[in-house]
Structures are given as structure tokens and as C-alpha cells.
């Protein structure tokens, strides 16, 4: 019995003023007094250096997603100083993702969000039930790319310059019999156009005379490039 309960123990190296801690509860026969103090106290340090990990973990995760997204905000003036353009945009660079608030003069505040992992800008009209969509060309994502960099120097205010801005006009069909169903988009979109129908769109030459451009929408980089964006209805 001795032999197989010294098997079952752990003891201090000689010398030591305490005695092992048994998997029975019991200490080792080299030190007849009963430490199990010890082993409560052994135990109780483990539990509190678990729960200290476990909490500064899960305090970590919340400080992470904050950090990832960043709000900046642009401004233009014409040459006698008047502001002509004042927009902002939320930048996640984690997840790829840059969502512009366009404010017109009549106060009205239209979203275009810029997903870069999957390849769509989704742009849902102010004062509209509907979100647009159209997939990302490689002008897209080298401006994209330009704000997502810049938002990686802490950069927060872009100062445009008129004389140095290029623009330019794109014009996209809205595709009739496309209405896009939203449980097959990915999450950021599913938030942005819930409660709204999804039409699919895309680029066209241009309206042609007997079509009119119901709505543009103007959106500008740090580089110093500036897209109107314009919508028109294709024929049936």
C-alpha cells in the first residue's frame, strides 16, 4: 500500500519545508503532515491565471474591431474658397471594405459601399427604397486601393485640389428583370439594403436621347479622382 500510494504523489525536492500534493487527497509518507492547503491554493492560482487570460482575451476582441475601421473626410473648394465638397467614408481595412456618406445640397445623404473582397460596390439612394448594385472594375480598386492605404498612415481629413482633380462620368442601366434576392449577398450589403429592393445594373455607353439620367451621384478618391456616377432604366 505505501509503494502504491508513493507512486500516486508528487513531492518537493529534499529539504523543502512542504510536503507533495496526492491525486488522493492525501500526502506523500515522507511528510506525515497533510498539506492540502497547498494543493487548494495550487488549484486556485491556476483558476485565477485561466480567468485572467480568458477575460483580457475577450476584452482584446472589441479594441480590435474598433481599430479596424477608420472615418475620414474630404474637402474641396473652388478658387474663391467656397466649399464645394464635403463627404466622408468609413475605411475597414480588415475586411476590405469602404462605405462613402454623400450629403447633397438639399441635405440629403446617400450611401455607396465599396467590397473589395467580393468584387461590388452596392450604392442605395437617399430617399429611395433600393439599393444598386454593379460589380468592381480595376479603376475601382486602384481608387479604392489609394484610400485604404492612406487610411493605413492614420490619415483622417483629405484636402482636395480642384485644379488636380480629374473627372469623369460613368453611366449605368438599371437591369429591369435583375431584382437580386438578398439572402445570396454577402453580409455588409445584406445590412446596408435590408427592407429594400436589389436591382443588379451595369455599364452602358450612355443613356441615349430618349432616356433620361433620373439620378447621379458624385464620389471622390485621394488621388484626386472624382466619379459621377449616373443611373438610367434599360429599355424592357
Known amino acids: 500500500m505505501i509503494g502504491h500510494r508513493m507512486l500516486r504523489c508528487w513531492n518537493l525536492p529534499e529539504g523543502t519545508l512542504e510536503g507533495g500534493c496526492c491525486m488522493d ?29 480568458g477575460l483580457t482575451g475577450h476584452l482584446r476582441l472589441p479594441q480590435k474591431h474598433l481599430q479596424s475601421s477608420q472615418a475620414v473626410r474630404f474637402t ?100 429591369a428583370a435583375s431584382q437580386a434576392d438578398i439572402s445570396t449577398l454577402e453580409e455588409p450589403i445584406r445590412l446596408l439594403c435590408r427592407g429594400r429592393t436589389i436591382h443588379w445594373t451595369k455599364r452602358a455607353e450612355g443613356p441615349g436621347r430618349q432616356r433620361l439620367v433620373y439620378f447621379c451621384i458624385d464620389i471622390c478618391f485621394p488621388n484626386n479622382i472624382c466619379m459621377s456616377v449616373c443611373f438610367y432604366y434599360l429599355p424592357e
Open 25 to 53: 487527497g492525501s500526502s506523500s509518507t515522507l511528510h506525515p503532515i497533510p498539506k492540502k492547503a497547498l494543493c487548494v491554493s495550487l488549484l486556485a492560482s491556476l483558476l485565477l491565471i485561466l480567468l485572467a487570460l
Open 76 to 175: 474641396a473648394s473652388d478658387p474663391n474658397g467656397i466649399l464645394f465638397l464635403n463627404q466622408s467614408a468609413v475605411v475597414d481595412q480588415e475586411n476590405g471594405l469602404v462605405t462613402f456618406t454623400v450629403t447633397t445640397g438639399v441635405n440629403q445623404t446617400s450611401t455607396v459601399l465599396f467590397d473589395t473582397k467580393h468584387g461590388i460596390i452596392c450604392y442605395h439612394p437617399a430617399y429611395q427604397e433600393r439599393c444598386l448594385l454593379w460589380t468592381m472594375e480595376t479603376s475601382d480598386y486602384d481608387n479604392v486601393r489609394s484610400l485604404l492605404q492612406a487610411s493605413a498612415h492614420q490619415q483622417s481629413q483629405f484636402q482636395l485640389s480642384v485644379n488636380e482633380t480629374q473627372r469623369r462620368t460613368e453611366f449605368f442601366g438599371v437591369l
